[in-house]
């Protein structure tokens, strides 16, 4: 204690946060402040203590110097300890708790620092009382503050007890969780305070556990942090003065009173996984904060915040940057929706996210006004602001153009045509015209944007050509041996010159790939490394597309009715999709409404791949998905569906498998024990491409099948009608009459 009787006083805090605490710990009377890294220091009254202790929404201890002392020995830190008068502190039948950081060439241990510590504390009493203090780790009567640095021992009672940053209302947490006085850092930077005195409206559209709403609301309701804390450092401490804690306590209580008497503001949060939504409003009760902040369940896809009379609004969200949602590659599209969602429904407003990964919110479309560094524990972090403005909108980037010609090997196709074509390649360009003009009010009416415009009508050019928006992809079948390998060659270059002409696309974008008629998983397999996705949209839902990777490009186009028709009917429903491959049909099942769904699949890439597909369209991880061999799982599944997809691959020998999947032979197994998880009143809808295919009679007499393999085929597909067979099943026949 200094001369004029001011107590030297220090607070620490998280990394990045000196600036902030130092301008609060100012405002709380603390003089002659300033800051060091991770700490704030300066003196004040033990009323200035126990205020600090009480309001401050940033630090995380107040820690009170009892003295600095020389240390060069373990046997000089044993003195230096003893030579204070522990009596002044602590009464000799309490309990103690020593934390110690640092080390030195003859401390080089802090568990050794820490023992040392707490022996001369315990000798000292014991000499001078008698009796000696027991350790105990959590809630001590007096817990001792010991940093070692450059020889010299700093000694300090923390006041605080336990962290500063556990008010007392959090005490479930998720998996991700945003420390308090972190968020209200946050909050103080979007100038939270200053809004909230303009009556803005609070918001955040993935609120986890509602961490930024509460301390939002404590905020604007001037309600004290520390008022809700029902242990403090200092309870125990012998110079503890009750009549001032008292006094600051009513002075606290009655500010909240008053402040939450007031009109709450719209404060209002939303949280996909409804797993979190009790714990959430747990936590905002314990907060005594019910009237003023509500939750809801509810998707990014479907985020539309609508505060009375157009009132502005802050936005404030911590969405994940590589933590809880999986890749970076998922998280692109889970930002690009956010900033859709920001620039569709929040004009007018401020909006703040918190990111460990600022990259991905050049994906957002809006320029941030400012930007402020942080650390989420030692993840360096960002909080980018904006003023949703339309002039702060940015146009997307056209996608990356490059060449995505491919042939199989390492050879690259040359697309590029000649100036005259061949009498070969003008009569493929006449056939190509000819398709897209008899599908083309088809495509219009129904927005269709992916499609297939060729599949081997003219045989001599075995190629099949699928549209992806203005990206062209063509599969050549290998010819069979018979054909001459120079003729196969030049027919394919005649569709390659004829593509850009007849349908007026670049060179550039003309994807070209060798595909074998075969079964298994070579369908499946890498034939390039290019990582390039592009986006599509299929009814209601987007989608990402690989056009070079692989021999398929993760949407099979002829699939699009069956598709359409799970969408529509997996409103309320719960949703199972086995051999889920890219996740499509769970997409449009989500989009549609579905209760929940699970995907199934042992490819981690083709799974990785739906996660992305649900990211793009805002849709979270409530959605399941399971890797793992698809009979293994049902062997052992004892959950229950109302909506069933299964587009089984013909043959499949993966090493992880146990054993060699046929559809053919395993089809029995396979539906038997999908139709024991489909409730009495589900649908289970079967589909294969396996040509030679045939449904065994047994499981017509067990169930009520329908073939409706015809009611699947679009137009584009028309030309080819055994593409693949499809069939509904239900449990009874008289289910099946609707």
Not at 107 to 123: P, Q, Y
Not at 547 to 575: C, M, N, Q, V, W
């Amino acid at each position: 204690m200094s001369d004029d009787n001011l107590l030297e006083l220090h607070l620490s805090c998280p990394k990045s946060l000196e600036e902030l605490l130092l301008t609060e710990a100012q405002a709380l009377g603390l003089e002659q402040a300033r800051q060091r890294p991770a700490l704030v220091s300066g003196r004040g009254t033990l009323e200035t203590a126990y205020r600090l202790c009480l309001w401050s929404r940033l630090a995380n201890r107040v820690l009170l110097v009892l003295g600095r002392y020389p240390v060069r020995t373990a046997d000089e830190l044993y003195a230096a300890i003893q030579s204070i008068d522990w009596r002044d502190h602590l009464d000799s039948k309490s309990t103690l708790a020593i934390d110690f950081s640092g080390t030195s060439k003859a401390i080089d241990n802090s568990h050794f620092g820490a023992l040392k510590v707490k022996d001369a504390i315990v000798d000292a009493l014991r000499d001078r009382m008698g009796n000696r203090p027991t350790v105990e780790k959590r809630n001590p009567d007096l817990r001792v503050n010991v940093h070692l640095r450059r020889d010299e021992i700093t000694v300090a009672l923390d006041l605080s007890g336990t962290s500063l940053h556990q008010r007392g209302y959090r005490l479930q947490q998720g998996a991700a969780p945003l420390k308090e006085n972190l968020a209200a850092a946050i909050l103080l930077r979007a100038n939270w305070p200053e809004l909230a005195k303009q009556g803005y409206a609070l918001s955040d559209p993935m609120c986890g556990m509602g961490t930024f709403l509460i301390e939002g609301a404590l905020m604007a309701a001037d309600v004290a942090p520390g008022l809700r804390r029902e242990y403090w450092g200092f309870q125990g401490w012998q110079g503890h003065v009750p009549s001032i804690w008292n006094r600051l306590l009513d002075e606290a209580e009655q500010r909240a009173e008053k402040g939450l008497q007031q009109e709450p503001l719209w404060i209002r949060g939303y949280e996909a996984d409804p797993r979190l939504m009790q714990p959430a409003r747990n936590n905002i009760a314990r907060a005594g904060l019910s009237d003023w902040v509500k939750v809801y369940q509810g998707e990014l896809a479907t985020y539309a915040p609508s505060p009375d009379h157009g009132q502005p609004g802050l936005m404030i969200c911590n969405p994940p940057y590589g933590e809880r949602l999986g890749d970076e590659a998922s998280l692109l599209y889970l930002y690009q929706h956010l900033g859709e969602r920001m620039r569709g429904q929040l004009q007018g407003w401020q909006a703040g996210v918190f990111t460990g990964a600022p990259q991905l919110c050049k994906r957002m479309g809006i320029r941030s006004q400012k930007q402020y560094s942080f650390f989420n524990g030692a993840i360096p972090c960002k909080l980018l602001m904006f003023d949703v403005q339309e002039q702060s909108f940015v146009t997307a980037r056209e996608p990356e153009q490059g060449a995505a010609r491919q042939q199989s090997g390492n050879e690259t196709a040359k697309a590029e045509a000649p100036a005259m074509l061949s009498n070969g390649a003008q009569m493929f360009a006449n056939r190509l015209q000819k398709n897209r003009k008899q599908l083309g009010k088809w495509l219009r009416q129904n927005e269709i944007q992916c499609y297939r415009l060729y599949d081997a009508d003219m045989p001599e050019y075995a190629v099949a050509i699928d549209i992806y928006g203005d990206w062209v992809h063509v599969q050549e079948y290998a010819a069979p041996k018979s054909v001459d390998a120079d003729k196969a060659q030049s027919r394919l270059l005649d569709v390659l010159a004829a593509i850009p002409s007849a349908l007026g696309v670049s060179p550039d974008k003309v994807v070209v790939k060798r595909r074998e008629r075969q079964s298994g998983l070579s369908q499946y397999e890498r034939q390039a490394s290019k990582g390039e996705f592009m986006e599509v949209r299929e009814g209601n839902v987007k989608l990402l597309v690989n056009l070079t990777d692989y021999l398929d490009t993760g949407l099979f186009l002829d699939h699009r009715p069956l598709r359409l028709r799970i969408a529509s009917e997996a409103r309320g429903k719960r949703f199972l999709n086995l051999f889920c491959y890219t996740g499509v049909a769970t997409v449009h099942a989500a989009a549609g409404g579905a209760r929940t769904t699970t995907s199934v699949d042992l490819s981690k890439t083709y799974l990785d791949w739906a996660r992305r597909n649900l990211s793009l369209n805002g849709f979270s991880e409530k959605n399941q998905l399971v890797q793992t061999d698809v009979m293994q799982w049902l062997a052992k599944e004892q959950g229950e569906y109302d909506l069933i997809f299964i587009d089984p691959p013909t043959f499949s020998n993966s090493k992880r498998m146990q054993d060699v999947f046929d559809v053919q032979r395993d089809q029995r197994t396979l539906i038997n024990e999908a139709m024991r998880l489909l409730a009495k009143d589900g649908t289970l809808y079967f589909s294969n491409n396996f040509r030679k295919f045939e449904l065994e009679p047994e499981l017509a007499e067990r169930y009520a099948i329908e073939e409706i393999s015809a009611q699947t085929i679009d137009q584009d597909f028309a030309r080819n009608q055994k593409i693949h067979r499809a069939w509904r099943i239900r449990h009874s026949k008289a289910e099946n009459n609707d």
